[in-house]
């Protein structure tokens, strides 16, 4: 069973960085595809960005693009998401989530979520 924990959350001012990362365990040579969601409490999650893990292809929300990284590292099973020139609207609950298909970000049914880490921006 493919296990998710998030770690890196925090609190930071609007322009500054954080870097939330995921450690992925149990299974992880059937992963095909990686991704992290926002959700912020009473609205529906959004898809932010996603990685292939075979290719190495990734796509990025348009609202994160330029400013948002997803990359993986494979021999530390971890799939990190950089965030710079983070906006109060990047404030949300970040989820880690996996699939053993090839999922896209407009898809919320991906098979493996993390528990969230909260992620707050101040103006």
């Known amino acids: 069973q493919v296990q998710l924990v998030e770690s890196g959350g925090g609190q930071v001012q609007a322009g500054g960085s954080l870097r939330v990362s995921c450690q992925v365990s149990g299974g992880t040579h059937t992963i095909a595809a990686m991704a992290w969601f926002r959700q912020i409490p009473g609205k529906e999650r959004e898809g932010v960005a996603v990685i292939y893990t075979g290719s190495g292809l990734t796509h990025h929300a348009d609202s994160v693009k330029g400013r948002f990284t997803i990359s993986e590292d494979k021999a530390e099973n971890t799939v990190s998401l950089q965030m710079n020139s983070l906006k109060p609207e990047d404030t949300a609950i970040y989820y880690c989530?996996?699939?053993?298909?090839?999922?896209?970000?407009?898809?919320?049914?991906?098979?493996?979520w993390g528990q969230g880490t909260q992620v707050t921006v101040s103006s």
């Open positions: 989530a996996a699939d053993q298909n090839f999922r896209s970000l407009g898809d919320n049914t991906w098979m493996f």
